[in-house]
């Protein structure tokens, strides 16, 4: 019989699915633990920061200007969704939106000063959780698995636009 079982405990998989099934569980781990994680990252940003807006306030930091289409066409949401979000992110004065001068209807969106600041302290203490945590890992290792994550983001990506 060519099924084996998987560390993970779950069911039995062909041989040829095994690291897939491995995978499956260790990103459904890593998933819960960063939904955890995210609420008290969020909260470091701000006390009534949902989790679900760190990511944004990821992307918006690193692509100043950005249109919220732009915000939901990369995180696969509605623009109802992400003006919702963009509405909170302004009320905490996080974020600000400004008319977009190539397109008078359009808002590019940034982050304020204090948002700004906000964001890169919290940045600052999870990029200093990761290097506590992973501190008697080889340098080339970490960057290993950030290349292979990247990887493996982007072919999902790209591979989902195949599929829907």
Request: proline letters at 2%; charged letters at 20%; zero cysteines.
């Given at each position: 019989m060519s099924d084996t079982?998987?560390?993970?405990?779950d069911d039995?998989?062909?041989d040829d699915l095994a690291p897939f099934?491995?995978?499956?569980?260790?990103?459904?781990?890593?998933?819960?633990?960063a939904q955890s994680a995210g609420a008290r990252i969020a909260r470091r940003v701000h006390p009534e920061l949902e989790a679900s807006a760190y990511p944004l306030l990821a992307h918006i930091a690193q692509n100043p200007g950005t249109r919220g289409s732009d915000?939901?066409?990369?995180?696969?949401?509605?623009?109802?969704?992400?003006?919702r979000q963009l509405s909170r992110l302004v009320d905490l004065g996080l974020v600000e939106r400004?008319?977009?001068p190539e397109d008078s209807r359009g808002q590019r969106i940034t982050l304020t000063?204090?948002?700004a600041a906000r964001f890169e302290e919290a940045r600052a203490n999870r990029i200093e959780m990761f290097a506590g945590a992973l501190?008697?890992?080889n340098r080339k290792d970490v960057q290993l698995l950030a290349d292979l994550l990247?990887?493996?983001?982007?072919?999902?990506?790209?591979?989902?636009a195949l599929h829907r």
């Open positions: 079982s998987t560390t993970s405990g039995a998989a062909p099934t491995a995978l499956e569980h260790e990103l459904r781990l890593i998933i819960r633990r915000l939901a066409a990369h995180f696969g949401v509605g623009r109802a969704t992400v003006s400004d008319t977009d000063s204090n948002g501190a008697h890992w990247h990887r493996y983001s982007e072919d999902l990506v790209a591979w989902q």
